[in-house]
């Protein structure tokens, strides 16, 4: 059985700091797993936003209860 340790508990206190953990795992997963047609397709680099940054915060709006896109980016832009 899984046993967990309190020197690799991660607190979370805020928001902001789930979506940064949150981040920091799906990079990681998102760099391990991607396959290379994903990860090196043409024009990446002009991308504003990296693929981990928007599978976050997909990932993080559908979390917070927020369906609609127009009302999670509001919630964004005040927060």
């Known amino acids: 059985m899984l046993k967990f340790h309190d020197?690799?508990?991660?607190?979370?206190?805020?928001f902001e700091d789930?979506?940064?953990?949150?981040?920091?795992?799906?990079?990681?997963?998102y760099?391990?797993?991607?396959p290379p047609e994903v990860a090196g397709r043409r024009h990446v680099l002009d991308a504003?936003?990296?693929?981990?940054e928007i599978i976050t915060i997909s990932i993080c709006g559908e979390l917070a209860g927020i369906d609609s896109e127009n009302a999670w980016y509001s919630f964004i832009k005040r927060n």
Do not use: H, P
């Open 48 to 52: 504003r936003l990296s693929d981990s």
């Open 7 to 14: 020197n690799n508990t991660t607190l979370i206190t805020t």
């Open 31 to 34: 760099r391990r797993f991607a």
């Open 18 to 29: 789930f979506i940064l953990t949150a981040y920091v795992i799906i990079d990681d997963l």
